[in-house]
Nanobody
Framework: QVQLVESGGGLVQAGGSLRLSCAASGRTFSNYAMGWFRQAPGKEREFVAAISPRGATTHYADSVKGRFTISRDNAKNTVYLQMNSLKPEDTAVYYC?????????????????WGQGTQVTVSS
């Protein structure tokens, strides 16, 4: 089993920044592709960003490209999501997820492990 715990969410004004962290415990973190997803009230969960197990490859949703950066520190078993130039439409619960595979994965259905989520609220 892999346990994932997100942190770093909060309330921020539009144009501000937040950095989310996701700490992993359990199996070998460096074997896992990791992703960030978000779910706003009344909407389906959507892909935000993904990173390959060693961090060489990343992929972003068009809505966050150029504003968000995903990274990981395998020595600390942690994946990050740096969010800049935040907009009210970024308001959602953000989840990290992991799957034991090479490359990046953008489909939520392919992930085996999920965190509990952290709330991000962007005020206008």
């Amino acid at each position: 089993q892999v346990q994932l715990v997100e942190s770093g969410g909060g309330l921020v004004q539009a144009g501000g920044s937040l950095r989310l962290s996701c700490a992993a415990s359990g199996r070998t973190f460096s074997n896992y592709a990791m992703g960030w997803f978000r779910q706003a009230p009344g909407k389906e969960r959507e892909f935000v960003a993904a990173i390959s197990p060693r961090g060489a490859t990343t992929h972003y949703a068009d809505s966050v490209k150029g504003r968000f950066t995903i990274s990981r520190d395998n020595a600390k078993n942690t994946v990050y999501l740096q969010m800049n130039s935040l907009k009210p439409e970024d308001t959602a619960v953000y989840y990290c997820a992991g799957v034991n595979r090479l490359g990046v994965e953008i489909s939520a259905h392919e992930y085996d492990y999920w965190g509990q989520g952290t709330q991000v609220t962007v005020s206008s």
